[in-house]
């Protein structure tokens, strides 16, 4: 049984867990799941909490306190309150000791969702709380012409110009979110060892985000990569700025 068919038989049933970690997939697929169960459950915006890692890639316990209070209140408009959890994986061992008091003594009419890329990275306590949702996993390698023609070594010190051209032929690839997740990859193993790219993994982060809606591919990459051509434009937000911009 797949994901969703399991989401839908517990509502039916009336047996919601009060907290589920997301396991495997990439990034898109699992906002895209997230995205069925709000609708399955009839969430209005203002009951549906995010939280997402900060430029530095972590969550921190500010983040959770105030989740915690907002899950607290009583739902605005729906029949629960929904708080996600973005790479939960990254969150701080206080932040994960907060987020702890939540799972032990769930508030009333309260979901919590966790998305995370490696299990081995939750706090054992977090995740022997949550039931697992597993989605099918993503391939475990790019493409080598992927590879070539795209990658990031060659693709952050390149022109405008060239970067608008490789802009133009990414939009049409099939596997575009495989692609950003591999730069990803790429740029938090240069976080670790002390490079200054937190900026391109925040927007690169936010790009995902737009990938699950009808916003202009390209129109979105050229974005992007204006954010790693030019330093004072990776605090831009490519989500606010492009939110309403869709294909025409």
Known sequence: MN???????????????????????????????IAKIVTLLKIQNPDIMWVRPAKDGHISIAEIRLLRHQ????????????????QADNLTAEAANCLLKTLEEPPADSILILEVA????????????????????????IADDLLQKYNLDKVLPASLK??????KKMAAEPDLNLILNWW???????????????????????????????????????NLFLSFHDKKKQDLGLLERYEQKTIS
């Open 3 to 33: 994901a969703l068919k399991i989401l839908e038989s517990q509502i039916k049933q009336n047996t919601l867990s009060h907290a589920y970690l997301l396991l495997g997939g990439d990034n898109l697929e699992q906002e895209q799941l």
């Open 162 to 167: 060239t970067k608008f051209e490789i802009a």
């Open 118 to 141: 490696n299990l081995q990275n939750v706090f054992p306590t977090i995740a022997s709380r949550c039931q697992k949702i597993r989605l099918k996993q993503a391939p475990l390698a």
């Open 184 to 222: 990803l990859s790429t740029l938090q193993r240069l976080l670790i060892t002390g490079h200054d790219v937190q900026n391109n993994i925040y927007a690169i982060w936010q790009a995902q985000k737009l990938l699950v809606t009808n916003v202009n591919k390209q129109l979105l990459l050229e």
């Open 71 to 86: 899950l607290n209140l009583k739902p605005h408009s729906s029949p629960h309150k929904i708080a996600v959890i973005l």
